[in-house]
């Protein structure tokens, strides 16, 4: 199974003992700057040729958080060794309802159990399984909270894909208004 390096220390050397830059080895690559770029570009490339490609459920963890119990999928910050990171997928379990929140938007949720609505900027958006919900981009952010119909033993449970590029091109950010009340943090 593939492992994803730790960062490498910077080691300050310069002059004649640097490697040339297209660095072979992890020990070439901690004496120059630029061979590091190029040793941690390889690393990358061996990751998305011999990552994971098939997630399963039972190698990640549901948990509790302030937007309600989540687990991620695919998150360039918590599973480094998949072979796609441009991807953050996560399912959430809406019991009662979401934390409200505002970031820039653009991302897609499918809902895979249930019924509920999800309020946009104050206008309401029912759903159930099967839809597609959309959560435009904006400046400024979208503002949102989702609930459950059902009753809170048998939440809603969708899917959720954002595509790192677009929320980092954003300069996307994330702002708590209201927690889950699930949430006991």
């Known amino acids: ?7 490498l220390p910077q080691e300050g050397r310069t002059g004649e003992d640097m ?4 660095a072979t080895s992890q020990e070439d690559a ?9 040793w941690a570009l390889k690393q990358d490339v061996a990751r998305r ?6 997630v399963r459920r039972s ?9 309600g119990k989540l687990l991620f999928y695919l998150c360039p910050n918590n599973h480094r060794d ?3 990171q441009a991807w953050r997928v996560f399912i959430q379990e809406i019991r009662t309802c979401s934390g409200k929140h505002r970031h820039a938007g653009g991302l897609t949720i499918f809902v895979l159990e249930g019924r509920g609505y999800t309020v946009v900027d104050g206008q309401r958006w029912d759903w159930k399984k099967g839809d ?6 904006k400046v400024g952010g979208v503002e949102h909270q989702h609930f459950n119909l059902g009753p809170p033993e048998t939440p809603a449970v969708w899917i959720a894909m954002i595509n790192m590029a677009v929320h980092d091109y954003l300069a996307s950010d994330l702002e708590q208004i209201e927690n889950s009340p699930d949430y006991k943090g």
Not at 1 to 7: D, E, H
């Open 1 to 7: 199974m593939f492992t994803f390096p730790n960062a």
């Open 19 to 22: 490697p040339a830059a297209d």
């Open 30 to 38: 901690k004496l120059d700057p630029d061979a590091r770029a190029i």
């Open 49 to 54: 040729n011999g990552g994971p490609i098939v």
């Open 59 to 67: 190698d990640r963890d549901l948990f509790q958080a302030r937007q």
């Open 82 to 84: 998949t072979a796609l």
């Open 132 to 137: 597609l919900v959309l959560l435009p981009m």
